[in-house]
């Protein structure tokens, strides 16, 4: 079975640019979640799917970040435009239900904006 | 004041010697307790949860929860080299959530 699985691996890009963030969660999984790490900081929850819907996006950090859950299949997460402090890295997950420790971490994507 | 406190590392161990990684928080009311192991250029993998105080072996590893003091620890027997990577701690305050509160991870190195 395949597991969660983001693109880019990497993506420097400057301030201002735009960059979307593609997350593939393990098929079956109605569940995906974003999460972030800024450096030196600890993974924080961004937002929460259920098939196409959004329940929770109460971690989003502002308006310049967009998730999209297009069919309930894939995501992605544009940031736009991009600031300095966007840097770190993406960590998306799935789950079939809520369960304590049920998410399946993907690699993860590292932006870097200069 | 973080609510999750995770001494970063990173911590060398020869091989076979017993790891001990701590996290503290200041939430009272964290209930559920979370190891993750994270390689390099990898997500972060559940090791094993504890609910509430008390201690939970799997194998080489244990969790343990002192609520009393606010300390969560998870203890490495026999440490192997493949067991390098980061362990982070995560709380939550119920079962059904899915925004843990994580440590900043220790990065551990167990030499051959």
């Known amino acids: 079975e395949a597991g969660v699985t983001q693109f880019p691996s990497h993506s420097v890009i400057e301030k201002g640019q735009t960059v979307t963030l593609r997350c593939d969660p393990i098929?079956?999984?109605?569940?995906l979640y974003w999460y972030r790490r800024v450096m030196g900081k600890e993974i924080k929850f961004l937002l929460h799917?259920?098939?196409?819907?959004?329940?929770?996006e109460s971690g989003m950090p502002n308006n310049r970040f967009l998730a999209e859950r297009t069919g309930g299949t894939y995501s992605t997460l544009k940031v736009q435009p991009a600031e300095l402090e966007d840097s770190g890295v993406y960590f998306c997950?799935?789950?079939?239900?809520?369960?304590?420790?049920?998410?399946?971490f993907g690699p993860g994507t590292r932006l870097l904006v200069l | 004041q973080k609510e999750v406190e995770q001494d970063p590392g990173p911590l060398s161990v020869p091989e076979g010697a017993i790891v001990s990684l701590n996290c503290t928080y200041s939430?009272?009311?964290?209930?559920?307790f979370m190891w993750y192991r994270q390689y390099s250029r990898k997500g972060p993998e559940l090791l094993m949860y504890?609910?509430?105080?008390g201690n939970k072996e799997d194998g080489r590893f244990t969790a343990q929860v002192d609520k009393s003091s606010k300390y969560i620890s998870l203890f490495i027997r026999d440490s192997q080299p493949s067991d390098s990577a980061t362990y982070l701690c995560?709380?939550?305050?119920?079962?059904?959530?899915?925004?843990?509160?994580f440590g900043t991870g220790t990065r551990l190195k167990v030499l051959a």
């Open positions: 997950a799935s789950s079939q239900d809520m369960g304590l420790g049920t998410q399946y």
């Open positions: 098929s079956g999984h109605d569940n």
């Open positions: 504890t609910y509430s105080s």
């Open positions: 995560a709380m939550s305050l119920t079962s059904g959530t899915y925004k843990y509160i």
């Open positions: 939430n009272s009311a964290f209930q559920y």
């Open positions: 799917f259920v098939k196409e819907s959004k329940q929770d």
